[in-house]
């Protein structure tokens, strides 16, 4: 069977397809990952086929563009470079499609897939790690403080969902999305849908959360081909940097806090700046985990360092806690290292995914009119000084040791056909 794999968006969103690949492979199927140049290197190295969908420089351009986190211009510029590539990714699926011998598994936004299953006929599970994915007006999406949750009635819960689509979504992104894709639709006489965003998107047949049902479980208003498989875990292989190369006696002997923005956030000097300052405050070691060396102070204090890149789930291991935008494969991986999180969302699911992880009691989350050192800092000593969350740590950690989220995942695809 040939199994085409569509991710978008960055190394932490593809990260879980190549190890998905990598299973499907290794049960006897031709993989084919067809996703942005940028990141073929990581693909093609561990013996997966590669298509390109879009050349490295739009993914670069894109991650560096001023309004890549604006909460309401962000939004606009990431639907322009979906839209975009959806032409190419079709014409690649096209070109790749064996007709009785080709399902498909790619993210929600994956625009094309979704056309090749209604114009070729092809299997689509509808796959991503983004809890936005499966939305729900029972489940905190992570679009109002926790003071505001905490206050909103029950009815307030029930219009939440169809208001924001109103004053948020459809003027911003609906009416973005439904002309272009509806005109693309009807070069192969397919009649208009009216609602692209919010139903179109996810394949009739399957539809895979991968995170594990204790960190957002079954909805009632979830479809009924909507299951959650679990967490699935892949790190790159290290080859450039890895933790040994910071020896404990750089740090007399104190365990580091690591600090990360994300694999594709380029322009962050506050977040480290304010990294710095929280390890000042503790007396503590920190890592700055980043690949550009712009957004890093200069000079860095004497127990702080820069790593351009190093496997996560490694470094991990040997880090006492980390300070993140909320991101889910960051959040998987602290949670199988047993670490506590302080969490500064500026975007898309870190707001959801840090009160999730502050309500099972490992992470707290600070607003981002409140991120200054000193509040970072107090956040990292509660966390660390609580038993409880010890406790709580050491408990999410171990429901790793016997997760079957990438078998389960491979048999829903599997079955596809």
Same mark, same amino acid.
């Given at each position: 069977?040939?199994?085409?794999?569509?991710?978008?968006?960055?190394?932490?969103?593809?990260?879980?397809?190549?190890?998905?690949?990598?299973?499907?492979?290794?049960?006897?199927? =031709?993989?084919?990952?067809? *996703?942005?140049?940028?990141? %073929?290197?990581?693909?093609?190295?561990?013996?997966?086929?590669?298509?390109?969908?879009?050349?490295?420089?739009?993914?670069?351009?894109?991650?560096?563009?001023?309004?890549?986190?604006?909460?309401?211009?962000?939004?606009?510029?990431?639907? *322009?470079?979906?839209?975009?590539? #959806?032409?190419?990714?079709?014409? #690649?699926?096209?070109?790749?499609?064996?007709?009785?011998?080709?399902?498909?598994? *790619?993210?929600?936004?994956?625009?094309?897939?979704?056309?090749?299953?209604?114009?070729?006929?092809?299997?689509?599970?509808?796959?991503?790690?983004?809890?936005?994915?499966?939305?729900?007006?029972?489940?905190?999406?992570?679009?109002?403080?926790? =003071?505001?949750?905490?206050?909103?009635?029950?009815?307030?819960?029930? +219009?939440?969902?169809?208001?924001?689509?109103?004053?948020?979504?459809?003027? @911003?992104?609906?009416?973005?999305?439904?002309?272009?894709?509806?005109?693309?639709?009807?070069?192969?006489?397919?009649?208009?849908?009216?609602?692209?965003?919010?139903?179109?998107?996810?394949?009739?047949?399957?539809?895979?959360?991968?995170?594990? %049902?204790?960190?957002?479980?079954?909805?009632?208003?979830?479809?009924?081909?909507?299951?959650?498989?679990?967490?699935?875990?892949?790190?790159?292989?290290?080859?450039?940097?890895?933790?040994?190369? @910071?020896?404990?006696?750089?740090?007399?002997?104190? @365990?580091?806090?690591?600090?990360? *923005?994300?694999?594709? !956030?380029?322009?962050?000097?506050?977040?480290?700046?304010?990294?710095?300052?929280? !390890?000042?405050?503790?007396?503590?070691?920190?890592?700055?985990?980043?690949?550009?060396?712009?957004?890093?102070?200069?000079?860095?204090?004497?127990?702080?360092?820069?790593?351009?890149?190093?496997?996560?789930?490694?470094?991990?291991?040997?880090?006492?806690? +980390?300070?993140?935008?909320?991101?889910?494969?960051?959040?998987?991986?602290?949670?199988?290292?047993?670490?506590?999180?302080?969490?500064?969302?500026?975007?898309?699911?870190?707001?959801?995914?840090?009160?999730?992880?502050?309500?099972?009691? @490992?992470?707290?989350?600070?607003?981002?009119?409140?991120?200054?050192?000193?509040?970072?800092?107090?956040? +990292?000593?509660?966390?660390?000084?609580?038993?409880?969350?010890?406790?709580?740590?050491?408990?999410?950690?171990?429901?790793?040791?016997?997760?079957?989220?990438?078998?389960?995942? !491979? =048999?829903?695809?599997?079955?596809?056909?």
């Amino acid at each position: 069977m040939r199994v085409l794999l569509l991710p978008l968006g960055s190394l932490g969103d593809v990260n879980p397809f190549i190890g998905l690949g990598l299973a499907l492979q290794k049960r006897g199927h =031709d993989v084919v990952v067809i *996703a942005n140049s940028y990141f %073929e290197s990581p693909i093609k190295q561990v013996g997966l086929g590669f298509a390109s969908s879009a050349p490295a420089q739009n993914y670069v351009n894109m991650i560096h563009h001023p309004d890549m986190w604006h909460p309401t211009r962000g939004p606009a510029l990431h639907v *322009a470079a979906l839209l975009a590539v #959806m032409p190419r990714a079709f014409s #690649m699926i096209k070109e790749l499609h064996q007709p009785g011998n080709t399902v498909i598994a *790619a993210m929600p936004l994956a625009l094309a897939a979704r056309v090749a299953q209604e114009v070729l006929g092809i299997p689509l599970a509808t796959v991503g790690p983004n809890t936005l994915m499966l939305r729900s007006v029972h489940a905190a999406q992570g679009t109002a403080s926790d =003071d505001l949750r905490s206050r909103v009635s029950a009815r307030w819960k029930s +219009i939440r969902l169809p208001l924001m689509h109103r004053i948020f979504r459809k003027p @911003i992104i609906e009416d973005l999305v439904s002309p272009e894709v509806n005109s693309f639709r009807a070069k192969f006489g397919l009649k208009p849908v009216l609602s692209i965003w919010d139903s179109w998107t996810q394949s009739l047949q399957r539809v895979i959360g991968l995170w594990p %049902e204790w960190f957002y479980g079954p909805q009632p208003d979830w479809p009924p081909q909507a299951v959650v498989t679990g967490f699935i875990e892949y790190d790159a292989p290290a080859s450039v940097e890895a933790p040994h190369l @910071i020896p404990e006696s750089d740090f007399g002997g104190k @365990i580091p806090i690591v600090f990360t *923005a994300g694999t594709a !956030c380029f322009d962050a000097p506050d977040f480290f700046a304010a990294a710095c300052e929280a !390890c000042d405050v503790l007396n503590s070691p920190g890592i700055l985990l980043t690949q550009q060396e712009n957004p890093v102070p200069k000079p860095l204090p004497r127990m702080i360092r820069h790593i351009r890149f190093a496997p996560l789930g490694k470094l991990l291991a040997h880090a006492a806690a +980390i300070v993140h935008r909320g991101g889910i494969g960051t959040a998987a991986r602290a949670l199988k290292a047993g670490i506590p999180h302080v969490i500064l969302p500026i975007a898309f699911d870190g707001f959801g995914n840090a009160d999730r992880l502050a309500r099972l009691g @490992i992470a707290k989350s600070i607003e981002r009119r409140h991120v200054t050192g000193y509040n970072v800092a107090a956040a +990292i000593r509660e966390l660390l000084e609580s038993q409880i969350v010890s406790d709580r740590c050491r408990h999410y950690a171990n429901k790793f040791e016997h997760s079957t989220a990438l078998e389960r995942t !491979c =048999d829903y695809i599997e079955a596809l056909l």
